[in-house]
């Protein structure tokens, strides 16, 4: 296990006694972000990330970088799959397990890794919170794994993931709801399509993004009719913040930003962002692309106290800022 320590947390942050915990994925988009809510509400946090190939590492390397200089976080690196867990997390109340392999095309292609990544880790991960007294387990799920079910998504539905990558997120669901009772508690929050400054280089707000700043083609998969509840990443981090303690024990919640747009309206919006006129480079619906997500919140107002507060149109332009300021600079700046 290698371990970069910091030192312990800022003096005008003292920490609440045994609100310890460990963050999986910690380098990642979402993962970042939550590590840094989390010392500023007086956590102390173990962060673990593989810095796998899911996309290019070095956006991850420059987030976990900004990770170590922080007071009250520690970083362990390697795959949740080798790693000794039960070190890492001796004395966690909570792990907000957030690691895994995203994406619905490539896993088409590359099944094993996603069932490696998504499934076998989180049974380790789960084995590993038992055997040390871990208090609870929040688990990022993804609304993937509805498919193309009936809209708005309410958490009762059947599941019908259409990709292997929402199959094994739901498998890695399951088992941690499975798991749930006998001193560990577990909730799966599925998060519906998250964005904001910092979003995985493979999304498509931000390749759209990046494509109309540069004056490039933007990228069109089918006809433009498909709707998001996209969900703005600090709307997002609240949620799962807020899952730790929830009366939610045992039980899926939806995080959505409770408002789905088409992605016609997101490149209407784009155009009025960059001040120009989009050239379309459109080609057939991608495999695996559901045509509608849509998110029924009532569970996560009455059991997390939910409410997005970053409307869609609001948190479009500071990811768009976000990618003119890292275009103009030609590296990759964490958000």
Request: aromatic share 6%; charged share 25%; with cysteine.
């Amino acid at each position: 296990m290698h371990e970069i320590a910091v030192g312990p947390p800022h003096p005008a942050r003292p920490l609440i006694p045994g609100r310890r915990c460990v963050v999986t994925g910690s380098a990642g988009f979402i993962g970042a972000q939550l590590c840094a809510r989390l010392v500023r509400d007086g956590w102390s946090v173990t962060g673990i990330d593989g810095f796998t190939d899911s996309y290019d590492p070095v956006e991850k390397v420059m987030r976990a970088a900004g990770l170590v200089r922080t007071e009250g976080i520690s970083l362990v690196v390697g795959d949740l799959c080798e790693l000794d867990l039960d070190a890492a997390f001796a004395g966690a109340d909570v792990v907000f397990h957030l690691a895994g392999r995203a994406g619905v095309r490539a896993s088409f292609t590359d099944v094993d890794r996603y069932e490696h990544d998504n499934v076998t880790a989180t049974e380790r991960v789960l084995a590993a919170a038992r055997r040390t007294g871990v208090r609870r387990i929040v688990y990022a799920s993804s609304s993937s794994v509805y498919g193309n079910g009936e809209t708005p998504f309410h958490e009762d539905a059947v599941p019908g993931p259409i990709s292997p990558y929402g199959r094994t997120k739901l498998e890695a669901e399951q088992r941690c709801l499975g798991a749930s009772g006998h001193g560990l508690e577990a909730v799966a929050l599925r998060y519906f399509t998250v964005f904001g400054p910092g979003q995985r280089p493979d999304m498509g707000l931000r390749l759209f993004a990046e494509a109309a700043v540069l004056g490039r083609p933007v990228t069109l998969l089918g006809d433009g009719t498909q709707r998001r509840d996209f969900t703005y990443v600090s709307d997002v981090v609240a949620a799962t913040v807020a899952a730790a303690d929830a009366p939610a024990d045992g039980l899926p919640v939806n995080v959505g930003g409770g408002c789905d747009v088409s992605v016609l309206d997101v490149l209407d919006l784009l155009r009025d962002l960059v001040g120009n006129e989009l050239v379309l480079d459109v080609r057939p619906f991608a495999q695996g692309d559901v045509r509608v997500t849509s998110a029924d919140l009532g569970r996560a107002q009455r059991l997390l106290g939910f409410e997005a507060r970053v409307p869609f149109a609001a948190g479009f332009e500071r990811e768009v800022a976000w990618v003119r300021g890292r275009l103009d600079r030609r590296v990759p700046v964490p958000a």
